[in-house]
Structures are given as C-alpha cells and as structure tokens.
C-alpha cells in the first residue's frame, strides 16, 4: 500500500489557515520540525529582546505545508486588524498571486471572526 498526497485529489483546493500556538497539531514541537522542516517556538514567554519572530506568532499552513507564520492583532476598538509581521519559509513564493490570495482569505476570515465576538 503506497503513500498518496491529499493535494493528488481532484478536488482538492488549498487553503491558507492560522494555527494556534496551542492547537495539538503544535504540541510535538520535534516532531513538526521532522516531518515538515518547520521549526517553531511560541514566545509569548520568551524575553522581548529574545525574541526572533514576535510575542503572538501564529504557524500559516496552506494545503499540506507549514509556509510561514505572522502576528496579527485585532483592535477590537477600531474593529481593524494590524500585521506585526508575516514571515514565509524558504520555498513559499510570497509573490505567487495564488498564494498572496490564500493569505488574505485567510486574514479576512480571522479578521470577521473577532469582530463577531
């Protein structure tokens, strides 16, 4: 029985989503770094000179890989949603439309999530 992509399906459309720092998909920091080259550490509690990427950093996952992470923040006040950073992984063409377009789905839907709460 061989191995076969979820991305060789016909019907299949990648999509961009943010993961949580928290999401179980993250827990096994090693094991992440293993299977998909994708090294991550949360660091909120990291000391702020510490810090390589930012306080909140969110993993990007688009289709099957881990292409990057970002930090947004919300201003519920002014309802307006702020980039502190988006950083891509090497191989994830930031000027590939396709993939530009997939980002900002999904900031859109983050965005429309916490104005809902």
């Not at 060789?8 to 998909?36: G, K, T, Y």
């Not at 090294?39 to 969110?58: A, C, D, F, N």
Request: charged share 25%; aromatic share 12%.
């Amino acid at each position: 029985m061989g191995t076969r992509s979820i991305t060789a399906r016909q019907d299949f459309e990648p999509r961009c989503e943010l993961i949580a720092p928290l999401d179980n998909l993250m827990w096994d920091r090693a094991l992440i770094e293993s299977i998909f080259g994708f090294s991550y550490t949360w660091e909120i509690y990291v000391p702020p000179q510490k810090r390589v990427y930012g306080y909140y950093v969110l993993p990007l996952l688009f289709g099957e890989r881990l292409i990057g992470r970002t930090e947004p923040v919300f201003d519920r006040k002014s309802g307006r949603l702020q980039l502190k950073g988006l950083w891509l992984e090497q191989g994830a063409d930031g000027s590939d439309p396709s993939l530009k377009a997939a980002i900002e789905g999904c900031l859109d839907r983050f965005k429309a999530f916490h104005r809902r709460g």
